[in-house]
């Protein structure tokens, strides 16, 4: 079992920046690919950004590519999310979810492809 917690999210302005936290339990992360997701009120979850096991490749939203960054640091268990210029739009539930996969480059962007998930941080963009 992997536990994984957020941290870091909170109210910023617009154009203000913000740097999530995905940190992991229970067992080690060197072997998931990790994605970090949104849910919006009313909207449905999406996938903003995933990062492969090893860290080499990634993915982006076209909504957020430019401007966030996913990283991961396998020996401190934990994956990053770096978010600068936000938007109002960017408001929302950010999650961050593990899948064990034996594909080192492998990413996944789909929410029933995950096997863990965290509760989530609120994410606040004020105009």
């Known amino acids: 079992q992997v536990q994984l917690t957020e941290s870091g999210g909170g109210l910023v302005q617009a154009g203000g920046s913000l740097r999530l936290s995905c940190a992991a339990s229970?067992?080690?992360?060197?072997?998931?690919?990790v994605g970090w997701f949104r849910q919006a009120p009313g909207k449905e979850r999406e996938c903003v950004a995933a990062v492969t096991w090893i860290g080499v490749g990634t993915y982006y939203a076209d909504s957020v590519r430019g401007r966030f960054t996913i990283s991961r640091d396998n020996a401190k268990n934990t994956v990053y999310l770096e978010m600068n210029s936000l938007k109002p739009e960017d408001t929302a539930v950010y999650y961050c979810?593990?899948?064990?996969?034996?594909?080192?480059?492998?990413?996944?962007?789909?929410?029933?492809?995950?096997?863990?998930w965290g509760r989530g941080t609120q994410v606040t963009v004020s105009s």
């Open positions: 229970g067992r080690t992360l060197s072997s998931y690919g």
């Open positions: 979810a593990a899948k064990g996969t034996t594909l080192p480059t492998t990413y996944y962007t789909l929410q029933y492809e995950y096997d863990y």
